[in-house]
């Protein structure tokens, strides 16, 4: 057996690649519903019908599909330096906690300052959470998925901290949470900014975040295939030697990319607490900064490609809920569905830049 | 002052810290062989969580409770092939791989437990190994209870740091081993093949990673919880650069560790009052970052980690 590299990949495979990688890990979840004795095929229906079958569902699902564009840019921008940001779940949580502190009355003013003012704050908790790792590698040469990864658990601590100290709400009767964000610091909802014929329901809760997403997809975009500072990233992370040796500041990009990378997974943070939720508890975020790695890498670590794999993944996650409720099956199925496309699309990956060819032992004839 | 010493001269303090040590040392020792052979393995949080649940719920169908552990290392073993097929022959991204796989394990245990308990509203419990007495032994003062009071699986850990160490310092395949994660094109001109040991290493390092969480839910606890695992993966991937790559140290590192540990929990209940309890929570994912710090620059990693190698590719 012979691994070749094939000559290159077409545009257009690699476009195909997540997208069989998707159908398979689709394909592949009949196993565990089959274990569940789940009807497999009324299973799938049910998971579609519970994304596309109303205007409702279709918004929940974009919903959740907002904090996965901003951990999956954060995620896809760190990995292009091959910076191993591991750490989006904490900064997410830095994040909110950042949006908290400053969104629930410490300041107060019209929203035209406040909503800046509360996402300046969330980006802002978010670059210093990775900027961290990120110094602790270019200075002392610490292994960065390690240090993020441990953040994590560190900062989910920190957080329960604060909800039983600073910020605690005096009128939530004991529960751990934040004060709410006030009013004109809150992301308004889109039944509120669009027009009425547009929003059939009231109880669509599809918020402005998804807005600042696609906006952060698309300037990440071209910062990223247009700007010296998105050449010097690949350049960082293609060859970190051969950049340094072309006089790229490598630690200097790094860090960058480190704060760009923190900042937008504290997005997602401020986008749940100030547009979803109105205020913080140890449980706003189900693993969005995890599921942002497995969103980077179907979307082959373009930043338009992560919104179109954020609404597959935040579909298989609202899909699976639905189906888990008419049927009886395990809600993890969405996990397992999201971690299995990851493994396909890592394996499509090879089987386009290599063929696997065949041979017959030395000496035999072939 | 004295409170503090009083919490050294303890003997419960040593057996809670050899106890707290335990499932560290086997996800060192696991950790350990994956790097030696040249394969990072960041499978081992998810390893870890399908040791703890296939070991508990194989003697919750009534099994033995030494079948539910060589259950836990062949679950463990399963995921360490997977990872060592996408990261060894098709040579893969390993930090990308072992976080698949990680997300996979735990999706695939949790996943299991739900569907086939899917109406238990609190865990239910096994009769889980039992602190056993070894007569004569266990009367030394001090070190008798310290080490023999402990369950048949934290003196399992101890026999596999010799294991490992006899294994991977003394034995022609443990020289295999470390050559193929050190050079792999020199193990391949020998003729042996590069592909199978390092495939090898991580199939039976992932079984080690199982076994610490097995201890969690066969030793430590009776019960498997989700989230029970809580980063402890993680901190081994830490402990072994801390360890430079050798079971010794490794076992230090754990036992460090675990000691720290203990320590903090009983400091929680002297200055609990003053402090906040989560400080103390916090001190152990702290320290793993501290000791990665200060080793980090000197640490010698074995010299083809993360290296992918092709045969027949120059």
Not at chain 1, 122 to 136: D, R, T, V, Y
Not at chain 1, 250 to 256: E, K
Not at chain 2, 23 to 43: D, H, Q
Request: hydrophobic share 55%; proline share 5%.
């Amino acid at each position: 057996m012979m691994i070749e590299p094939r000559g290159g990949i077409s545009k257009r495979m690699q476009m195909a690649i997540p997208v069989i990688a998707a159908f398979v890990a689709l394909a592949l979840a009949a196993l565990p519903l089959a274990f569940a004795g789940a009807p497999i095929f009324p299973a799938y229906w049910e998971m579609f019908n519970g994304v596309f079958g109303s205007m409702f569902s279709f918004t929940e699902m974009l919903t959740r599909a907002t904090p996965l564009i901003f951990t999956g840019l954060a995620a896809a921008l760190a990995f292009k330096a091959r910076l191993w940001n591991i750490g989006a779940e904490g900064q997410l949580y830095l994040g909110a906690m950042g949006a908290v502190a400053v969104g629930t009355g410490l300041v107060d003013g019209p929203a035209i300052l406040m909503i800046p003012l509360v996402m300046l704050a969330g980006a802002g908790a978010g670059a210093a959470g990775m900027l961290g790792p990120a110094i602790l590698k270019t200075r002392f040469g610490a292994d960065e998925v390690v240090t993020s990864l441990l953040l994590n658990f560190i900062i989910l601590i920190f957080v329960q901290m604060m909800l039983e100290g600073p910020l605690k709400d005096p009128m939530s009767m004991g529960w751990p949470q934040s004060e709410p964000i006030l009013d004109n610091a809150a992301l308004p909802r889109l039944s509120d900014v669009l027009p009425s014929q547009i929003t059939i329901m009231d109880r669509m809760r599809i918020h402005s975040g998804l807005i600042v997403a696609l906006i952060a997809a698309v300037v990440a975009q071209i910062a990223l295939s247009k700007t010296t500072w998105g050449f010097k990233i690949r350049a960082v992370g293609e060859n970190a030697a051969a950049a340094r040796h072309a006089g790229i500041g490598v630690n200097r990009t790094l860090l960058g990319v480190a704060c760009i990378s923190g900042a937008l997974a504290g997005l997602a943070g401020v986008s749940e607490v100030a547009g979803l939720k109105g205020y913080l508890t140890t449980d706003l975020s189900p693993g969005y900064g995890y599921s942002g790695i497995v969103v980077a890498m179907l979307a082959g670590l373009s930043p338009i490609g992560v919104v179109i794999a954020a609404l597959y993944v935040a579909s298989v996650f609202v899909g699976a809920d639905s189906m888990s409720r008419a049927m009886g099956v395990s809600s993890f199925l969405a996990d397992l569905v999201v971690s299995l496309s990851l493994i396909s699309v890592l394996v499509g990956g090879f089987f386009a830049r290599y063929r696997i060819r065949f041979t017959g032992k030395a000496g035999s004839p072939s | 002052m004295m409170d503090l010493l009083q919490i050294f001269l303890n003997e419960s303090f040593w057996v809670a810290s050899l106890r707290i040590a335990t499932p560290l040392i086997f996800g060192v020792l696991g950790a350990l062989l994956c790097e030696r052979a040249g394969v990072l393995n960041l499978g081992i949080e998810g390893i870890f969580v399908v040791g703890a649940m296939v070991g508990w719920m194989t003697v919750y169908a009534g099994a033995p409770l030494w079948i539910g552990v060589l259950a836990a290392a062949g679950g463990g073993a399963l995921f360490g092939l997977l990872h060592a097929i996408l990261t060894v022959p098709l040579g893969l991204s390993q930090h990308v791989s072992g976080l698949g796989i990680t997300l996979f394990a735990t999706s695939t245990a949790s996943f299991l437990y739900r569907t086939i308990l899917p109406d238990v509203s609190s865990p239910p419990r096994i009769k889980a190994f039992q602190p056993m007495d070894v007569p004569i032994l266990s009367d030394i003062p001090f070190l008798g209870p310290v080490v023999f009071q402990q369950t048949a699986m934290t003196w399992l850990a101890l026999i596999m740091v010799g294991v490992v160490w006899w294994v991977i310092n003394r034995t022609p395949l443990g020289v295999a081993i470390q050559a193929v994660g050190d050079n792999p094109d020199a193990v391949n001109a020998q003729g042996l093949s590069v592909y199978k040991l390092r495939i090898g290493a991580v199939m039976a390092g992932s079984a080690l990673m199982a076994l610490g969480g097995a201890f969690l839910t066969m030793s430590a606890f009776d019960a498997f919880f989700f989230g029970m695992v809580n980063g402890r993966g993680w901190i081994c991937i830490a402990l072994v650069i801390f360890a430079s790559w050798r079971p010794g140290k490794a076992l230090l590192g754990a036992l460090l560790f675990g000691m720290f540990d203990a320590f903090q929990v009983r400091l929680q209940t002297e200055a609990g009052a003053v402090i906040p309890s989560q400080i103390f929570l916090m001190a152990p994912y702290v320290l793993s970052i501290v000791a990665l710090v200060f080793v980090a620059r000197k640490a010698e990693y074995p010299r083809a980690l993360l290296q992918p190698w092709f045969k027949g590719h120059r």
